[in-house]
């Protein structure tokens, strides 16, 4: 059992009346990526979503106790907005990145990123302002100004950066190339209304790009868009 | 003293035992990257993947009992999270790759 | 519950080090997956194995006792990467092939193993962990200080945060900035105005 | 008490040893997928609690031993669910479970 091959032979023999794996053929290629899958779209299983339920508020506080308890035990705020940020890429994958991003705007995961660097910056720039240099946190007019000033810096500038950015790589690592000339117009409004196939889907290129995946690919990418959408939230059908 | 510092045998602690049996938790884990290399599905390889993250939960667990330091559970939690979140993102990437993703 | 493991040090004469039976499995582990992922043909597997690999380095950072390395491996490596490397796999095509393995190239392995040997024989200068001869032990006024210091004058007991939000703020100030022009990057390269 | 509880803990990490070692048998020996997913979520499990129930005797229970608590929950959770979501993963790309007869090993 060294190779790949014993599992493909079966897979192509075994199944005599192609009814298993509800109604598609077993695979006979051997390739796990399938191109020319057909059928239902994929909805989480009701045993996972909740799961993803019962864990993703733990987790999410899990995260917020690492960023704010940076200061007494291992954690910070990159690892504790790591780990919020990770809670969000769970929900996607749980609930579907489509309505994880309605829930989620973009406004959000911006304000997220862009706070979270002029927190930082201004934190280091008040003192500058009263005499001082960079991030002096002796000068911060708060009580405990060393702790506070650095706890702001860890919680409220590099967690928020940190969250901001993460979710914003994936949401748009999600997304995909744009090619429809340069800084896409028409994505933003679609995104705002939240339908997702729309002008995006209707252009063939505007999932390929550079990559130029086969068309298997771009066709699994509209049935996954269409389908991922408020309805997948309402629970897998099976 | 704590717990870690309690004799077994001659001149062996109970934190020596732990660190010994966090040893035999990875060599069990180098058995099963057996699985997730040979595959043969990645399914197979998702699966061993799992399994070694569980093993190494418990690794860390350990290793912050028997060096007696207690906030090392921290890693050990953070990893048992996105180790969960690891295999449902591959496993749905094998199904749906870039469908829903 | 030891082992030792010979290097050659600097004039030829072995110098052993004492590996503890889980410093070794996490050792062979850690090399094993490190292999797989330059040796997996299918990138899928690679990724998968990459996030085992990141494993083995968080058991082993914990285990030198840098808590912070650990937790920084376990959420970035294993968690964010992962779903950002399967995120940019679904984004661009996967090629199907028939070995399970890259074929080495054997002038690049060789090149490779040249250079790695001649670091090995570099290692017996390098001090062994917790070795008193250790810069942090020689060079006690700079290193010792922050660990004496840290709490009186941050007022935080995590030392390693202290060092990197107060005694090199700027620094990580200019981290932060790096995260932060990341995720624009990212924007400008995908031809994008919203993350969403 | 304190001899006890020592071994107490000796006996139940050698209790997780043994059964993730036998997770690890399962996982490489057995044939398919589905086999190794009811390893991972049964063995696998059984393992880890025995370990971090140790873990959690060691450290105590005030403090961190709550933090192991809260560790063993989140494996019971999410162990068997990651081994479902694997194992339908593979159902859904159509790979036939082994039967009596079929010659994967």
């Known amino acids: 059992m060294s190779g790949s091959d014993p599992d493909v032979d079966a897979d192509a023999e075994g199944d005599p009346g192609g009814g298993f794996g509800r109604d598609r053929p077993p695979r006979s290629d051997g390739r796990l990526d399938s191109d020319r899958r057909q059928g239902t779209p994929y909805t989480e299983s009701q045993v996972i979503m909740p799961t993803v339920k019962i864990v993703a508020p733990f987790a999410f506080t899990y995260g917020l106790f690492v960023t704010f308890h940076g200061g007494g035990s291992p954690g910070g705020g990159f ?105 896409a117009d028409a994505d933003a409004f679609d995104d705002e209304v939240g339908d997702g196939p729309g002008v995006n889907g209707d252009d063939p290129a505007s999932d390929g790009g550079a990559a130029a995946p086969p068309p298997g690919v771009t066709d699994d990418g509209r049935t996954g868009s269409d389908a991922s959408g408020p309805a997948a939230t309402d629970g897998g059908e099976r | 003293m704590s717990l870690v510092d309690a004799p077994l045998a001659a001149g062996v602690t109970l934190g020596d035992f732990l660190l010994v049996a ?4 990875a060599v069990l884990a180098v058995g099963m990257l057996y699985r997730a290399v040979v595959g043969p599905t990645m399914q197979d390889r998702v699966l061993a993947v799992n399994v070694l993250g569980t093993n190494t939960v418990v690794i860390l667990a350990i290793l912050g009992a028997a060096l007696d330091e207690p906030t090392f559970l921290d890693i050990a939690l953070v990893y048992a999270l996105l180790n969960f979140l690891m295999a449902i993102a591959i496993s749905k990437f094998t199904v749906e790759r870039g469908g829903v993703l | 519950m030891t082992g030792a493991l010979a290097a050659l040090g600097p004039a030829g004469a072995p110098v052993v080090a004492q590996v503890t039976a889980i410093e070794a499995s996490l050792f062979a582990f850690v090399v094993l997956t490190a292999l797989f992922t ?141 995260v932060f022009a990341a995720g624009i990057a990212a924007l400008i390269v995908l031809h994008r105005e919203v993350f969403a | 008490m304190e001899t006890a509880r020592v071994w107490l803990v000796v006996a139940l990490t050698l209790l997780g040893l043994f059964f993730s070692f036998v997770s690890m048998t399962g996982v490489i020996r057995l044939p398919d997928v589905y086999s190794r997913a009811h390893t991972a979520s049964q063995a696998d499990t059984l393992g880890a609690g025995f370990g971090l129930a140790a873990v959690a005797l060691t450290v105590g229970l005030a403090g961190a031993g709550f933090k192991s608590v ?32 079929d010659d994967r090993r």
């Open chain 3, 38 to 178: 330059a040796l997996a043909r299918d990138v899928l597997a690679a990724v998968i194995i990459f996030g085992a690999y990141s494993l083995g380095m968080a058991a082993l950072y914990t285990f030198y006792r840098a808590p912070d390395v650990a937790m920084t491996e376990a959420a970035i490596s294993a968690g964010v990467t992962t779903v950002l490397l399967l995120l940019t796999l679904a984004k661009t095509t996967r090629i199907d092939h028939e070995a399970a393995f890259e074929s080495v190239n054997l002038p690049a392995a060789g090149a490779a193993g040249l250079l790695f040997g001649g670091l090995m024989l570099t290692m017996g200068d390098i001090p062994a962990v917790g070795s008193p001869d250790a810069p942090i032990w020689s060079n006690p006024d700079v290193t010792q200080w922050y660990i004496a210091e840290t709490y009186a004058e941050t007022h935080v007991e995590n030392t390693v945060m202290a060092v990197l939000a107060a005694f090199r703020g700027f620094d990580t100030f200019g981290e932060a900035v790096v």
């Open chain 1, 79 to 183: 690892q504790g907005g790591a780990i919020v940020a990770a809670v969000v890429f769970m929900i996607a994958f749980a609930f579907g990145i489509e309505a994880t991003r309605q829930w989620l705007a973009n406004t959000v995961v911006v304000a997220l990123a862009v706070g979270g660097a002029l927190v930082f910056a201004g934190i280091g720039l008040v003192p500058v302002a009263l005499g001082g240099a960079f991030l002096q946190y002796e000068l911060l007019p708060i009580p405990d100004p060393v702790k506070y000033g650095m706890e702001g810096v860890e919680i409220l500038g590099i967690g928020t950066i940190v969250a901001g950015v993460l979710m914003g790589l994936f949401f748009v690592l999600a997304k995909g190339f744009s090619d429809a000339g340069g800084f």
């Open chain 4, 70 to 101: 809260l560790l063993l929950f989140f494996i019971f959770v999410t162990n068997p669910t990651a081994a479902h979501a694997i194992a339908r993963a593979a159902f859904e790309e159509g790979i036939v479970p082994w039967t009596n007869g």
């Open chain 2, 22 to 25: 966090a040893a035999g938790f």
